[in-house]
């Protein structure tokens, strides 16, 4: 049987607290089995087709890993993926997010009207998730996301469901008029 198994060493900061992660020996196709799980709602390579679910293709690593962290200790709150995760080993989590990371970015389109009013406040948003919207470490990307679920997130940020420092003050003085032309931008994007 082929198997192909590729050794990688990634070091990546955890955020402002300097400890390292090391990610050595995470496995792709490990990481492409363990989706089998993750299809149902996810899609087919990390791209989903509805808006209550987030694409997965192209988030950063870390990202990835920290959410999954998050669900399955429930500092993130979500009880379906809090079921997901409870069953993740460190080493699953490492796959798939490794898995997931290198798949492809997708666009999900978005209203364009709408989308055109976006772009003009998004300039606020692109220092921490990237020029592009791409994201990086702990960042998430933004761009081609499901517009349904970045405002679904935005507004959950304001309510302080979701729990994030930067992000909780970032939203703040937004409207949701605007939460919702920002998310109709950045899925546009890819
Ligand atoms: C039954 C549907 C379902 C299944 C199966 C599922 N998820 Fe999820 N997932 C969700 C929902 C819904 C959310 C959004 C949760 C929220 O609103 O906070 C989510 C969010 C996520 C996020 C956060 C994405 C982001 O941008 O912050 C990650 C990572 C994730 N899922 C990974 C996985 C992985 C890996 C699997 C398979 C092991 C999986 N999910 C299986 C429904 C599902
Ligand atoms: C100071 C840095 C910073 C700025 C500026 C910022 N963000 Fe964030 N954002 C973050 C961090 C960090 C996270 C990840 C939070 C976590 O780990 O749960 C995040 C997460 C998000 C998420 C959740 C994505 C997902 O996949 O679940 C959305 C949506 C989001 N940001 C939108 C925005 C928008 C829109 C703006 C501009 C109005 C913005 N952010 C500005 C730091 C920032």
């Not at 590729?6 to 955020?15: D, N």
């Not at 390579?45 to 690593?61: D, F, I, R, T, Y």
């Not at 989308?115 to 081609?144: I, T, V, W, Y």
């Amino acid at each position: 049987m082929f198997k192909l198994k590729k050794i990688v060493s990634v070091f990546l900061l955890m955020g402002c607290t300097g400890a390292a992660l090391s990610v050595s020996a995470a496995d792709k196709v490990a990481g492409e089995q363990l989706s089998a799980n993750c299809v149902g709602c996810h899609g087919q390579k990390g791209q989903s087709s509805n808006g209550q679910w987030p694409n997965l293709a192209a988030q950063p690593v870390l990202y990835l890993v920290n959410q999954l962290n998050a669900f399955k200790s429930g500092q993130r709150n979500n009880p379906v993926m809090q079921a997901m995760a409870s069953n993740l080993t460190d080493e699953n989590i490492t796959n798939l997010a490794v898995y997931y990371s290198g798949l492809p970015a997708v666009s999900s389109g978005g209203d364009q009207t709408l989308a055109k009013l976006g772009k003009d406040k998004s300039a606020m948003c692109l220092g921490c998730h990237g020029g592009a919207g791409e994201g990086n470490g702990q960042f998430p990307r933004l761009a081609g996301q499901q517009p349904d679920y970045l405002l679904s997130q935005l507004i959950s940020f304001k309510l302080g469901a979701r729990k994030s420092g930067p992000m909780q003050m970032m939203v703040k003085n937004i409207s949701e008029e605007d939460m919702k032309s920002l998310a109709a931008y950045l899925g546009s994007i890819k």
